[in-house]
């Protein structure tokens, strides 16, 4: 996704260096960094509502020189007040919205009570301080895009920025928004869905979930005729990492095993025996491995 949204801000704003960018779920902060790192926004808001990655987002940013970063531990919605923020040990997972009944959580489900504002209400309190041309926002809620993007509907109308969010395709969290809802609320609102990157399938192929870009549709970005395929590359790529993942886990079993068997070894009095049987079975698992 880094790579076509910096295609697309170059042809879409080329001389520019004075936006402002808002990533809402900044989780760790990563995104942000790059934000920072194009060049074209002199002002980044970061908004997060678990306080355990604000931590993260501080140490990811402190190096940031050419851009303001602005952190904010909030959660935004279609409307201000209090809610739920769930999780699980994977906090990029996070959501205003309950996890699903089929989700496969990491760890317990934790929940915390996070304030919740409007892109709105904040844009018109930050108009008093300063001169606010937002020209990109990216969102990742976890199923509660849509709402987020209801709340910034007079941003939307007057500012026209480029927006990125999730489209999820697959049940994850209770009542979250379809992509038919992001593409047809913007699609009013005259814009265009422009590229999809980040693509998820599950193992039987079907299509997960993936990060959108919409751009108004009175942005003229040239075209070209030259074509190229990303899936392959991007499908590979996953093969590559699961596999690794795989080999990373059985490696460390094997070392696991491998302790247990000096511990035993050096406190057990029958410790010979124990070594010997203890290296059968290790053998016979590397074989199976």
């Known amino acids: 996704m880094k790579a076509s949204l910096d295609l697309l801000l170059d042809a879409a704003f080329?001389?520019?260096?004075?936006?402002?960018a808002i990533d809402i779920g900044a989780h760790f902060g990563k995104f942000t960094k790059h934000l920072a790192e194009i060049g074209k926004f002199s002002v980044i808001y970061a908004f997060e509502p678990n306080h355990n990655n604000v931590i993260y987002i501080k140490n990811e940013i402190e190096s940031i020189v050419n851009s303001e970063v602005i952190l904010i531990n909030k959660a935004l919605g279609s409307s201000r007040g209090m809610a739920e923020l769930f999780f699980d040990d994977d906090s990029s997972t996070g959501s205003l919205l309950a996890y699903g009944a089929q989700y496969k959580n990491i760890g317990d489900i934790k929940k915390s009570v996070?304030?919740?504002?409007?892109l709105d209400a904040f844009i018109d309190e930050e108009v008093k301080k300063r001169k606010i041309d937002v020209t990109f926002?990216?969102?990742d809620t976890q199923g509660n895009d849509l709402e987020v993007i209801r709340g910034a509907e007079k941003l939307i109308h007057m500012h026209r920025p480029i927006i990125q969010c999730e489209l999820i395709f697959v049940d994850l969290y209770v009542g979250q928004c379809t992509p038919d809802d992001i593409h047809d609320f913007l699609g009013s609102y005259g814009y265009r869905l422009y590229t999809m990157c980040n693509i998820h399938v599950n193992r039987e192929g079907q299509l997960s979930f993936c990060?959108?870009?919409?751009?108004?549709?009175?942005?003229?970005?040239?075209?070209?005729q030259e074509f190229s395929c990303i899936d392959d590359a991007q499908s590979f790529q996953d093969q590559i990492n699961a596999l690794s993942k795989v080999c990373e886990e059985r490696l460390e079993l094997i070392h696991r095993l491998d302790a247990e068997i000096t511990r035993l070894t050096k406190f057990n009095r029958l410790g010979i025996k124990i070594s010997t049987y203890f290296d059968r079975k290790l053998k016979a698992i590397k074989t199976f491995l």
């Open 211 to 224: 990060d959108a870009i919409f751009v108004p549709c009175e942005i003229n970005i040239p075209e070209t």
């Open 114 to 118: 996070v304030d919740i504002d409007t």
């Open 137 to 139: 926002i990216k969102i």
């Open 14 to 20: 080329p001389n520019k260096t004075d936006g402002v």
